[in-house]
């Protein structure tokens, strides 16, 4: 996982592929909800966060780009380990349903979360500080 703020995202270009095409999702309308197109699939929230469930997800293929708009939630990674040997969904997407936590952090306002192919996460995670209703941009990019 790296972590920084939407301001540096572009630093992350020489590792990453396509960062440009997140920039190009923030500019266009918001309307909520999941599309996948050029090779993209864009996940715009706007909800409140959730408890911690233990289920974590991980995209098989791809580096997936999470930015905080606006509120604050918790997000959280598990073992790359759990994701091996795993089939992956029609989504190219690995579940993880009893993963314990590797890390976790909190993003706010323009807080950016990246999330490596087959590295499992958990969006959205509402604690007591964390109280408030989101709006994110999610957006994976084949690596």
Not at 72 to 96: C, F, M, N, P, Q
Request: aromatic letters at 6%.
């Amino acid at each position: 996982m790296i972590y920084d703020t939407l301001d540096h995202l572009m630093d992350y270009a020489p590792i990453v592929e396509n960062l440009d095409l997140v920039i190009g999702e923030l500019h266009k309308p918001w309307v909520t909800g999941t599309v996948s197109e050029n090779g993209l699939r864009v996940t715009r929230r706007e909800e409140e966060g959730k408890a911690f469930s233990h289920h974590f997800i991980a995209s098989k293929h791809c580096v997936t780009v999470h930015v905080v708009l606006s509120g604050r939630e918790v997000v959280a990674t598990s073992y790359h380990e759990l994701s091996k040997g795993k089939k992956e969904d029609e989504h190219g997407h690995i579940h993880i349903e009893d993963g314990s936590i590797a890390s976790a952090l909190t993003l706010g306002d323009g807080d950016v979360a990246i999330f490596m192919p087959s590295e499992p996460y958990c969006l959205g995670i509402q604690t007591d500080e964390t109280t408030s209703m989101l709006k994110t941009l999610t957006v994976e990019l084949d690596k």
